[in-house]
Structure formats: C-alpha cells, structure tokens
C-alpha cells in the first residue's frame, strides 16, 4: 500500500509542477508571480521531478515550437510523423537536449521570457542527481515494497516527466475529439482528464494557448485551474486579467 501511494502521489506531484511551472508558466507565461516564489516553485519542480527534472528553458523554447508549427514536419513531436511513440519520444529527447545544451539556435520569437535558475538547472539537469533520485527510488522500494510485481513501476519513477509527456503529445494529437478547428490535429482525448491534470484538452490549448483553464466546455474540467485561482486569490500568483475566467 506504502509503495502505491508513493507512486500515485509522485506521477501527481511531477505532472503538477510540469504542466504549472514548465508548461503553464516558463512557456506561456499565464501568469506572473515574485522572485521569491519562483525559486519555490524552481525547487519544488527540480524536487518533485527529480529524476527526471525538465530543465525550463528547454521546455519553453522546444513547446514554443509545438505550438507554432503544431502537426507539420517542423512540429518537434508531432506523433503524425513517428512509427510509434518510442521513435517520437526519442526524437522529443533529442530536441529537448540539444536546446538544453544551446547546440541550436531557436528563432528570435520563441526567445525570452522563461525562467532560468543556473545552478537548480545544472544540477537538476546532471546524471549525477538523475542517479541520486534514481537510488533512492530504488531504495524506497526495497525497504517497503512487499510483492516483487512492484519494482515493475520503479522505470516509470526513472522517467516520469518524458514519459507523461510522451502520453499527452501523442494521444492528445491522435485520439479524442475536437471543439475547434484548429488546422492541426489536436485533440481533447477525454472530457474527463484528471489523470493528466487536464493536458490531454489539447484541442482547447491549441485553440487558446495562453488560457490558465484548459476546459471550455461545461463538463471539462481542468484540475489545476481551480489551484491558480486560489493561489491568485492568495496573492501568490497573479493570473492575467483577460484569461482570469
């Protein structure tokens, strides 16, 4: 029972801070907040993350280019152009690398604007840390694991954030329906997506990429939005005004 809530409460709090603070804010700046609770939310992604630790500004730049060339050969994981979900989620990798490390020169338009922390992202970024979090994962489950089928979901821990995004960018732009003409393929996979924290309402983002709430309709409901707005009613983030709704 120990080792089901860890994971549960892991996939959870790593998917929360990815979709709030790599995608949410450092992408699309949804909101606005102090130094101060940044470096908070910084730490608590690169702690939640862990193994699996997205660095900001790679995130930012590569979603960036998702969304302006969405379902075309220029898309960096548009499912559409992949034989499988291993062969997009190894390309994504790629991708993510490569603007991590500065090996590619983005367009001036998706420049700017992210937060950047460089110390919180060498290490989070380190094999040295990835490994760190990977032992004491592994360690977690030696010491409260008590069937052998457990360990099966120790990979998962290893790679949390790639694998949830690999789930969201594939299913969101194969499988669902759509509100909106979009002239991509996007898709809202589910009207209920509490698994994903309400990034599988893709259809809805892609319509309306800088609004905080991924529902438009009446019975989709974003997880996370009802969250922003309590933090933005407690002054600890400020939503913009015109997609306060």
């Known amino acids: 029972m120990i080792i089901v809530i860890f994971f549960i409460g892991h996939w959870f709090l790593s998917l929360f801070f990815q979709t709030f603070f790599q995608h949410r804010y450092a992408s699309h700046r949804m909101f606005t907040t102090s130094k101060g609770w940044e470096r908070v939310f910084y730490l608590m992604a690169y702690f939640f993350e862990g193994a699996s630790f997205l660095h900001p500004r790679a995130y930012a730049l590569m979603h960036r280019e998702h969304h302006a060339y969405s379902d075309t050969e220029k898309d960096p994981h548009s499912p559409h152009f ?42 989070g970024s380190s094999l040295l840390s990835r490994l760190l979090f990977g032992v004491a994962y592994t360690l977690f489950y030696f010491v409260f694991a008590t069937h052998w089928w457990m360990f099966l979901l120790l990979p998962v821990h290893y790679l949390m954030g790639p694998i949830q995004g690999a789930i969201v960018n594939w299913c969101g732009h194969k499988y669902g329906y759509t509100n909106f003409n979009n002239q991509d393929k996007s898709k809202n996979t589910s009207p209920f997506d509490f698994l994903m924290l309400g990034e599988l309402f893709q259809n809805n983002h892609h319509r309306f990429p800088n609004s905080a709430n991924f529902g438009k309709k009446w019975f989709e409901i974003d997880p996370v939005y009802p969250v922003m707005k309590l933090m933005h ?5 400020r939503l913009r005004k015109a997609y306060l709704n």
Not at 88 to 117: N, S, V
Not at 233 to 237: D, K, P, Q, S
């Open 82 to 123: 992949f034989t499988d979900v291993f062969q997009m989620l190894k390309a994504t990798l790629k991708t993510f690398k490569d603007h991590r490390m500065k090996a590619i020169d983005p367009e001036a338009r998706f420049k700017g604007y992210f937060p950047e922390w460089p110390v919180i992202d060498r290490m």
């Open 233 to 237: 009613y407690l002054h600890i983030i």
